[in-house]
């Protein structure tokens, strides 16, 4: 661990960086939180007293004392801010979409290359508490062979809001943004599918972008195949289904409720809190035993800690640990989330090309 901390400049004070970003990294031993790029100085000020605020992203970029710049815009601005900051010579940690589409993900992919930046995406669910304990139980082998993976993140929010998420403008809609989450994680247990079909639709009165999807991702060779993972999201749920359904060749497990970190940054709190990412609802799990007679019990659920990611992003900046979410992941992300949109668009499954 280097003497002297790493020093992020961020770039946007909305929802994504006053919420998700700068409490988070601001807890990470050896990184700091040294300027924001916002066009609103109270209210970071008001949140961080200490910390210099600049006009615009030129003004940040240009800074020699910034190391690492993360990008916290709306979706649209990902691939411009995060273009300017690695040609700069700067580290970047984009926010998930990492671009708009596979074309400027392919582009920010060399450009990190060439001048030898790390070049992140905060996939920020991999530390999710119920993501670490799902993992956890396929790794013990209790379930056997997955067959079957249903995973949702339902929420109930019936009123169409004034902001850039819910308005029909590039990057919008809940595919690209809930979807960037769901289709990471079952890439990272499955890794990639064979096919994948998307149905989405604007379900709410008033809606004006896709406020609801349903994707089936089909593992039809390899590892992992014959295998079905369901992704489902929406915003009209009063009553959530469970977070995550996986059954196997011996057993399932249920999970129900999302993690907490969400809510307890929205709330103000901050990292490291008493119990920060602890998770008070169990998963059940059944498994059968040889003698037929199904067995019950729960498996509590571990901490999640988003800090853990921006800790990762420190150490390979330092060249002590490899990066997190690495830009040849980002990639073959956009290119799933790419292809859901034209599955969506022909109401038909893709089959998808080994690379």
Same mark, same amino acid.
């Given at each position: 661990?280097?003497?002297?901390?790493?020093?992020?400049?961020?770039?946007?004070?909305?929802?994504?960086?006053?919420?998700?970003?700068?409490?988070?990294?601001?807890?990470?031993?050896?990184?700091?939180?040294?300027?924001?790029?916002?066009?609103?100085?109270?209210?970071?000020?008001?949140?961080?007293?200490?910390?210099?605020?600049?006009?615009?992203?030129?003004?940040?970029?240009?800074?020699? !004392?910034? /190391?690492?710049?993360?990008?916290?815009?709306?979706?649209?601005?990902?691939?411009?801010?995060?273009?300017?900051?690695?040609?700069?010579?700067?580290?970047?940690?984009? /926010?998930?979409?990492?671009?708009? !589409?596979?074309?400027?993900?392919?582009?920010?992919?060399?450009?990190?290359?060439?001048?030898?930046?790390?070049?992140?995406?905060?996939?920020?669910?991999?530390?999710?508490?119920?993501?670490?304990?799902?993992?956890?139980?396929?790794?013990?082998?209790?379930?056997?062979?997955?067959?079957?993976?249903?995973?949702?993140?339902?929420?109930?929010?019936?009123?169409?809001?004034?902001?850039?998420?819910?308005?029909?403008?590039?990057?919008?809609?809940?595919?690209?943004?809930?979807?960037?989450?769901?289709?990471?994680?079952?890439?990272?247990?499955?890794?990639?599918?064979?096919?994948?079909?998307?149905?989405?639709?604007?379900?709410?009165?008033?809606?004006?972008?896709?406020?609801?999807?349903?994707?089936?991702?089909?593992?039809?060779?390899?590892?992992?195949?014959?295998?079905?993972?369901?992704?489902?999201?929406?915003?009209?749920?009063?009553?959530?289904?469970?977070?995550?359904?996986?059954?196997?060749?011996?057993?399932?497990?249920?999970?129900?409720?999302?993690?907490?970190?969400?809510?307890?940054?929205?709330?103000?709190?901050?990292?490291?809190?008493?119990?920060?990412?602890?998770?008070?609802? /169990?998963? #059940?799990?059944?498994?059968?035993?040889?003698?037929?007679?199904?067995?019950?019990?729960?498996?509590?659920?571990?901490?999640?800690?988003?800090?853990?990611?921006?800790?990762?992003?420190?150490?390979?900046?330092?060249?002590?640990?490899?990066?997190?979410?690495?830009? #040849?992941?980002?990639?073959?992300?956009?290119?799933?989330?790419?292809?859901?949109?034209?599955?969506?668009?022909?109401?038909?499954?893709?089959?998808? #090309?080994?690379?």
């Amino acid at each position: 661990m280097t003497s002297t901390p790493l020093r992020a400049g961020l770039v946007g004070y909305g929802f994504a960086g006053q919420t998700f970003h700068a409490p988070v990294l601001s807890a990470v031993p050896g990184l700091a939180l040294a300027a924001v790029a916002s066009s609103q100085p109270h209210k970071v000020h008001a949140d961080w007293p200490g910390v210099a605020v600049v006009p615009d992203v030129a003004a940040l970029v240009a800074r020699a !004392d910034i /190391d690492l710049i993360v990008v916290a815009t709306p979706n649209a601005q990902h691939h411009p801010v995060a273009k300017a900051a690695l040609e700069a010579g700067k580290h970047v940690v984009v /926010d998930k979409p990492f671009t708009l !589409d596979v074309a400027e993900a392919r582009e920010l992919e060399l450009l990190a290359r060439r001048n030898n930046r790390v070049l992140a995406v905060y996939q920020n669910r991999r530390f999710d508490a119920d993501y670490l304990t799902l993992k956890d139980v396929l790794a013990s082998g209790e379930l056997g062979r997955p067959v079957y993976l249903e995973s949702h993140f339902d929420r109930f929010r019936p009123e169409v809001r004034e902001r850039w998420r819910e308005q029909p403008v590039p990057g919008s809609g809940l595919w690209v943004n809930l979807g960037s989450h769901l289709v990471d994680q079952a890439v990272q247990l499955f890794g990639r599918p064979d096919t994948l079909q998307l149905d989405t639709a604007a379900l709410r009165d008033g809606a004006l972008v896709e406020d609801y999807f349903h994707a089936v991702l089909r593992y039809e060779s390899g590892p992992h195949a014959p295998l079905r993972v369901v992704l489902h999201a929406t915003t009209l749920a009063a009553h959530a289904a469970p977070r995550y359904i996986v059954h196997g060749t011996r057993g399932s497990y249920v999970k129900h409720g999302v993690d907490t970190q969400e809510d307890a940054l929205r709330a103000g709190q901050r990292p490291p809190a008493a119990g920060w990412g602890a998770d008070p609802l /169990d998963g #059940e799990l059944t498994v059968h035993g040889s003698d037929g007679v199904p067995q019950y019990r729960s498996v509590p659920t571990r901490a999640g800690n988003y800090v853990d990611y921006y800790a990762v992003v420190r150490d390979a900046i330092l060249g002590h640990g490899p990066n997190p979410v690495p830009p #040849e992941q980002a990639v073959a992300l956009m290119e799933l989330l790419d292809i859901g949109h034209q599955s969506a668009a022909e109401g038909r499954a893709i089959r998808i #090309e080994r690379p």
